[in-house]
Nanobody, 122 residues
């Protein structure tokens, strides 16, 4: 069983930066991902990273603005968010998968954190 807890969400002005953290009880997994969901919208893929080689994938809407990374010794994955826009406002969720590929599909992730709110003003 994998337990995940997000932190680092908050209120920020457009153009600002924020870093989200996800602490895991174990990283005996293959892939970690970040998803987000705004009110009335479908939960959407943001970024993912493989534990083995640190290869990463990003949604087109966040490419060149967001960076996903991990620190094995801390069982932690991060999402650095720069140049934030109002459309980035959402609840952000950390997720873990035991699939052997980078995936944007919710169904490939078996473990989820409770989420953290990110609000971008303007």
């Amino acid at each position: 069983q994998v337990q995940l807890v997000e932190s680092g969400g908050g209120l920020v002005q457009a153009g600002g930066s924020l870093r989200l953290s996800c602490a895991a009880s174990t990283f005996t997994i293959y892939t970690m991902g970040w998803f987000r969901q705004a009110p009335g919208k479908e939960r959407e893929f943001v970024a993912a990273i493989k534990w083995s080689d640190r290869s990463a994938d990003y949604a087109d809407s966040v490419k060149d603005r967001f960076t996903i990374s991990r620190v094995d010794a801390k069982n932690t994955v991060y999402l650095q968010m720069n140049s934030l826009k109002p459309e980035d406002t959402a609840v952000y969720y950390c997720a873990a998968s035991r699939t052997l590929r980078l995936s944007s599909a919710r169904s490939d992730y078996g473990f989820w954190g409770p989420g953290t709110q990110v609000t971008v003003s303007s």
